[in-house]
């Protein structure tokens, strides 16, 4: 049981490594990865500052990092083609257009959360 607990910490550890470092390299290279991350600071900080539910404000951090894991895999996505299409190709414009639009699309849901909690405040 110990050298399984031991084993399992390791490969916690392991993983925590390589998501910083992952985050490290997109955070030097991406600068839409440093604005979404700025949104999502002041988001979390206007979702403490007004009278939100529990359950309004974990709908707004939640989103808010699905948006900023949505920007991590658009960026491992356009890596990987840049690295194996370094010419145009339609199939490699169409994996860089696929992961923006899941970007796109995380961050509409986040923008229509925040205007269905502020319209539940207003409305109140």
Not at 60 to 77: D, F
């Amino acid at each position: 049981m110990k050298a399984w607990l031991a084993a399992e910490a390791r490969r916690f550890w392991g993983t925590c490594v390589y998501s910083w470092r992952g985050w490290r390299a997109a955070w030097a290279s991406e600068k839409t990865l440093r604005q979404w991350t700025l949104a999502n600071a002041l988001s979390i900080a206007a979702a403490l500052l007004l009278p939100l539910s529990p359950g309004e404000r974990a709908l707004i951090v939640a989103l808010g990092l699905l948006l900023l894991a949505a920007e991590l895999m658009n960026t491992a996505i356009e890596t990987v083609v840049n690295q194996l299409s370094p010419q145009r190709h339609p199939l490699a414009a169409k994996a860089k257009d696929c992961g923006s639009a899941a970007v796109a699309l995380t961050a509409i849901a986040a923008g229509a959360a925040w205007v269905f909690v502020l319209w539940g405040l207003w409305v109140d």
